[in-house]
Nanobody
Framework: QVQLVESGGGLVQAGGSLRLSCAAS????????MGWYRQAPGKQRELVAA???????NSADSVKGRFTISRDNAKNTVFLQMNSLKPEDTAVYYC???????????????WGQGTQVTVSS
């Protein structure tokens, strides 16, 4: 079993900041990519930002310059520092990890339960 536990969501005014954290635990052998997705009401889940184990970044244009992703590979944790938040950032934010359970296994997606981020205008 692999679990991703998120924390740090909440309600903030436009222009404010929040920091999300996610820790992966369980019998996971190796994680390649860790990142964050979000889903607003009535919309599809979308990538916010993700880092692979080598530090390569993939992020949405809408958050560049405002959000910063970081990770601690040794602790299987990932963080999302969100600054200059806008009402359109309001969504449920999901932690994602792509990992394998044993050497030579296939990478699978694992998801957290989601944390609500609400930005008021």
């Amino acid at each position: 079993q692999v679990q991703l536990v998120e924390s740090g969501g909440g309600l903030v005014q436009a222009g404010g900041s929040l920091r999300l954290s996610c820790a992966a635990s369980g019998s996971i052998f190796r994680i390649n990519v860790m990142g964050w997705y979000r889903q607003a009401p009535g919309k599809q889940r979308e990538l916010v930002a993700a880092l692979d184990s080598g530090g390569r970044l993939n992020s949405a244009d809408s958050v560049k310059g405002r959000f910063t992703i970081s990770r601690d590979n040794a602790k299987n944790t990932v963080f999302l520092q969100m600054n200059s938040l806008k009402p359109e950032d309001t969504a449920v934010y999901y932690c994602n990890a792509q990992g394998i359970l044993y050497s030579g296994g296939y990478y699978e997606d694992y998801w957290g339960q989601g944390t609500q981020v609400t930005v008021s205008s």
